[in-house]
Structure formats: C-alpha cells, structure tokens
C-alpha cells in the first residue's frame, strides 16, 4: 500500500502540495465484506420485510396482491443488496495519501470530486483501530442532529487491511515536528504531545 513512499508531486497533484511536501503512503479502503451487527440488522429486516410477503404469494395466500407484494420483495433485496455492496463501492471511490505535514482523503463518487486536507501535527490526537478493517483516526467533529443531540464524526483512514503501517508513519511525522528522534519513545501511546 505504501506505493507512494518519498515521491515528488505525483501527476495530478500540481500544485496541491506545499513546496517542499511529499508523499509517503498512499492507500484505499479495503473492499472485503465484513459482518456487522448492522448487516445482521438488514439481514433480519429483508428477511421479514421481503420474506413474508413472499412465503404468502408462493403459498397462494395473497389473495390476488402477488404484483404488490412482490414490490416489497423487491425493495428488500434492493436495500440488502446495496448494504452488501457498499464496501465494494466504497473502496474504489476513496483514496487515501499521507505526505510528511497533511493526511488526504479524496473521494470521487460518479464523477463528483472530492479532496480534503487535515494537518498532521504533534498536538494531533490519533487512535489505532488495529486489525483487518481497522484504520487511523485523526480528527473527531461534534455536529448537532436535527433533533438536537450531539453526533460525533470520526475522520481518518477507515477501513484498511494493516493500519499500523499508516499509524506508525504519522507517529514518526509527530515525532519530527516535537524534534523527537524516536518517534516510538513515548511508551507506545497513541496521542501527540499535548
């Protein structure tokens, strides 16, 4: 995944990059299916919202409604289907690029383009979600629901395969800008100098 590693300003990225900037990792999320208590949920949900109306129009209990319960049939599937595809999609959508001072996620769904920048910074709080389909989180956003509660946004990259690699890059770019020359010497936590 660290394809990118010390590279100048790769095609494309033109004047997008401070002078001086490179590219150290990049990466996308990993497009592996992965079981949830939310895929258990629509699972569940298709299975009675599509399966009951079609156990009654196969046992010819439908009383003449087969064509519209068929549609519920048929949303059921469109909904669980589209859950199972999600990842798929999603993975090849986003990209992910850590150079020495920022950490980017681009997205380009069905043409629409997308690029944000986040500074990568020794005060910068990170959190390693190890394992498969784990990833780096860098940034949290508090935004108000409509119903007034408060939601927590989780920012960072999501969804890969061996996040220590991207965690242990952004930890050694903490480090040089603490002036640390052992980006692991702080115990093994997981934050920036405050």
Known sequence: ????????????????????ERIIWRGQPSPRFRFSLVTLFFIVWAAIFGGVPLSLVLSGADD???????????????????????PRLRSRAMFYTLTDRR??????????????????????PLELRDGRGGGVIFERRRTRSR??????????????????????LMRQIQAAERGDPDPEGDGGGSRGAA
Do not use: C, N
């Not at 997205?107 to 383009?113: L, N, S």
């Not at 509660?149 to 242990?168: A, N, S, Y």
């Open 64 to 86: 003449g409604g087969g064509p519209f319960l068929l549609l519920f049939v048929l949303v059921a599937v469109t909904v669980l289907g589209g859950h199972l595809a999600w």
């Open 147 to 168: 119903k007034g509660g408060t939601m927590v946004q989780e920012i960072g990259f999501l969804g890969l395969d061996d996040p220590r690699e991207t965690f242990r």
């Open 103 to 124: 950490a980017f996620i681009a997205t380009d769904f069905f043409g629409i383009r997308s690029l944000k920048s986040y500074p990568i910074t020794a005060a910068t």
């Open 1 to 20: 995944m660290s394809d990118g590693e010390g590279e100048a300003a790769p095609p494309g990225w033109e004047g997008l990059l401070d002078p001086g």
